[in-house]
């Protein structure tokens, strides 16, 4: 028992071998992410069969306007929990309930601003981003429904990285999994039985997301007594929300960043026509569904960042990020093969007979798979970074990050077309990688200064 958690339930991740642990905290996360991106999958393959090129084009062209803004409401939730996770290895009980319902607090308020701002201003960023008129409309009511929709997602966002921060990374996968077998059956229903056309896809996301969030309460309330709040765990002075803001807003920020590259890579590939926007967007909900399990990974090892960083095991926890480190690249190296060998067949899956958006599918996922493995350097850079408490780093990985796509998107695209486009996720792994491996080496050194003190 820890804090009066069952075993069972939540996982100390500063005890065991560091990359078993990391790894076995993992799996559970990397078959939610993927389930997650059955979400997207779900909509596209259902869309595509039964809408047609210009309803799958509709849908994905908001691609990087949901990483802009929902994105940074998932930044905020994952960023204040990396706080609740390193109370959690210092074992600090109350601080883990008071650090829960400071993001609570956080997250209502960002989300609040966060609607109004986005659903009074998307139909003209629909139109800056020169959105083709064939699929504007659809685009605008399938995003419009996921902003309405915006509380159910910072519902399940939060209490779920709330509770893989203190070990249970097992829970939210269940209930995604439910979430996501409803979103199929939903997707199906609106759109073959209702005709409701793509608004139908955005009604299942939204409706699945709150099912998910919605069976986390219980879950919490029964077996995590230490998230469970009590009344003056709500009397927080001005520091405690400062704590959290100074590593969830730069959290936010930084998928943000990210995202308004991808907003400019969205803007030259709306100028190359409708059956381009529909390639390039399935190749990377491809390239987003095989990089889950990275992604994955790179969550539990921030949970382990931050737990040990939290217990003062500072050997372990470079133990730990040099053991991820060379998981992730092995798992790299075999996507990207993948990428490379099969990309045609798995980008036919979603666009049928159309061989020429096929070819460019599969141009994309050709240029990714080469570059592929800096993608596992990246990651655990990142996230080592991130569980310590740092986020000036990531930010200004960000921002290099964001540098490198917009120059693919409004320089290499100008010279080469779709081609140079293809070229702007490979350009922002090596920009922002460059930060991030300096910034590791001083991180390191820092926590060596902190093991030799606590050793005297």
Not at 404 to 419: D, I, K, S
Not at 423 to 435: K, N, T, V, Y
Request: overall charge positive; hydrophobic content about 55%; charged content about 10%.
């Amino acid at each position: 028992m820890v804090f009066g958690y069952a075993e069972a339930v939540t996982k100390n991740l500063t005890m065991g071998t560091p990359g078993l642990v990391i790894l076995a905290f993992a799996i559970p996360l990397v078959i939610g992410n993927l389930f997650q991106q059955l979400y997207n999958m779900a909509d596209a393959f259902v869309v595509s069969r039964e809408i047609g090129i210009e309803g799958l084009a509709a849908i994905t062209s908001t691609g990087s306007l949901q990483f802009l803004v929902l994105g940074f409401l998932m930044g905020v939730t994952s960023g204040a929990s990396i706080i609740t996770a390193q109370r959690f290895g210092a074992a600090d009980a109350a601080g883990v309930r008071r650090s829960f319902a400071a993001s609570i607090v956080i997250c209502t308020v960002v989300v609040i601003v966060l609607m109004i701002i986005s659903i009074s201003t998307l139909r003209p960023l629909l139109m800056l981003l020169n959105t083709p008129a064939e699929i504007f409309e659809g685009a605008y009511l399938y995003f419009l429904m996921l902003l309405f929709g915006m509380p159910s997602i910072l519902l399940f966002n939060l209490l779920s990285n709330v509770m893989r921060a203190v070990g249970d990374s097992k829970t939210p996968l269940y209930f995604l999994i439910i979430a996501c077998v409803i979103n199929i059956i939903l997707d199906y229903v609106l759109i073959l039985v209702f005709h409701s056309g793509v608004i139908g896809a955005g009604i299942a996301t939204v409706i699945s997301q709150f099912i998910a969030g919605f069976l986390c309460i219980p879950t919490i309330l029964k077996k995590l007594p230490v998230l469970c709040i009590q009344r003056e765990d709500w009397k927080l002075d001005a520091s405690e929300y400062i704590t959290h803001l100074k590593i969830a807003l730069p959290v936010g920020f930084q998928w943000s960043i990210i995202a308004i590259g991808a907003v400019a890579v969205t803007f030259s590939l709306n100028g190359l026509g409708y059956e381009a926007v529909a390639a390039f967007n399935i190749g990377q909900r491809i390239d987003q569904f095989a990089g889950m399990p990275l992604n994955s990974y790179g969550q539990a090892l921030t949970t382990f960042a931050a737990q040990n960083y939290g217990a003062h095991k500072y050997a372990r926890l470079r133990a730990g990020a040099i053991q991820g480190g060379m998981i992730s690249l092995a798992f790299t190296i075999f996507m990207g093969a993948i990428f490379i060998l099969a990309g045609d067949r798995i980008a036919a899956i979603f666009l049928k007979d159309n061989t020429g958006a096929i070819e460019l599918a599969h141009t994309y996922l050709k240029i990714l798979g080469s570059f592929f493995v800096l993608l596992a350097l990246l990651y655990t850079c990142r996230q080592i970074i991130q569980g310590i408490g740092n986020a000036m780093i990531p930010t200004i990985s960000g921002i290099t990050e964001l540098f490198m796509r917009t120059f693919a998107a409004l320089v290499l695209t100008q010279y080469f077309g779709y081609l140079g486009l293809c070229f702007a996720s490979p350009l922002a792994f090596a920009g922002a990688l460059i930060p991030l491996s300096i910034g590791l080496v001083f991180v390191f050194k820092k926590i060596r200064r902190l093991e030799l003190r606590d050793a005297h």
